[in-house]
């Protein structure tokens, strides 16, 4: 009976020994917001190689942009539709050994015969949603393949007249349409294109899925507009937050940094570090 109490004491001294406690969910997490990374950030890199950036800055997700060299243990291949069932696989063990999802992928900007490929590739790989560009007379055929796939389109607005812009052209087009459409707001580019990001993020309210996240250097200093550490350049981003909050927004912040390519984590992990502090604040 001594021997076999012993025994008992013994075991549970090492299964709490073992036992790893649990992170703490932050504010932000609780609210339903997650940091999200795009591998765009690390284009001069492979999908592999950004995926361990992404696990080196302590994220877990991630936006997989089209055409990007895969890397180790996948040959020539490149990111898209055309990695085979197994090279998806592959790519999802990966993810999963780094304790990241890969949650939505894009920016497409795909010709109406693709469309059905890029949605069935999302389902496939398990995402959530997919950060596109559309033509304008494609709505009809992204809002049924969106259905058939139960996968959401997010439109991104890329600095140029050509693109979203502005929200009033977006909601023209999805205003009447399902709610799997609605927006991937970069609140750069809205800045860069003239427009005050939180205004347009009002105008957004309820078709918000996800955010390209960022803070933006003034124009005429020596970066002109270029990405910066967030709370560091002429982006509202607290009162960005703060609007987020007040319209109960649940989705991705997706770090689209687009400056020093080479070696950009320092200033990713301060924009990181600004978020938690400014979210614990303000939620």
Same mark, same amino acid.
């Given at each position: ?11 549970? &001294? &090492? ?21 999200? #990374? ?19 800055? %302590? ?10 060299? #895969? ?6 291949? =490149?990111? %898209? ?11 999802? +063990? ?10 939505? *992928? ?13 949605? *069935? ?15 304008? +007379?494609? @709505?009809? /055929? ?8 139960? =996968? ?5 607005? !890329? ?5 979203? @812009? ?8 999805? %205003? ?10 970069? /609140?750069? !580019?809205?800045?860069? #294109? ?11 309210? %309820? ?13 005429? +200093? ?14 509202? /981003? ?32 301060? *924009? =990181? ?11």
């Amino acid at each position: 009976m001594k021997i076999n109490k012993l025994l008992f004491f013994l075991l549970a &001294c &090492c299964l709490s020994a073992c036992t790893v406690p649990s992170r703490k969910e932050t504010k932000a997490e609780k609210q339903g917001w997650r940091l999200s #990374m795009q591998s765009y950030t690390f284009h001069l890199f492979t999908a592999v190689e950004a995926l361990d950036k992404t696990q080196q800055l %302590g994220l877990h997700y991630i936006e997989i942009y089209p055409g990007q060299k #895969m890397g180790e243990g996948f040959g020539d291949a =490149i990111f %898209g539709y055309d990695l085979t069932p197994e090279q998806q696989e592959q790519l999802k +063990e990966v993810a999963k050994s780094k304790d990241i999802k890969i949650v939505s *992928s894009g920016v497409w900007t795909s010709s109406r015969e693709e469309w059905e490929k890029v949605f *069935s590739f999302a389902k496939n790989m398990e995402m959530e949603f997919i950060s596109a560009e559309p033509s304008r +007379e494609d @709505w009809d /055929v992204v809002e049924n393949l969106a259905g058939k796939y139960g =996968i959401k389109l997010a439109a991104h607005n !890329h600095p140029n007249e050509n693109s979203y @812009w502005k929200p009033e052209i977006l909601l023209d087009y999805i %205003g009447n349409r399902g709610t799997l459409l609605g927006s991937s707001a970069d /609140v750069g !580019h809205f800045k860069r #294109m003239g427009i005050d990001p939180v205004p347009a993020l009002q105008q957004l309210q %309820g078709r918000l899925i996800a955010m390209h996240f960022k803070d933006i250097a003034p124009q005429g +200093e020596g970066k002109q507009l270029e990405d910066v550490v967030w709370g560091t350049g002429i982006l509202n /981003v607290k009162g960005i937050l703060e609007e987020l909050k007040q319209q109960d927004f649940k989705g991705y912040f997706t770090i689209e940094y687009e400056a020093n390519w080479e070696n950009n984590l320092p200033e990713i992990k301060q *924009s =990181i570090d600004y978020f938690n502090q400014t979210t614990e604040e303000i939620l």
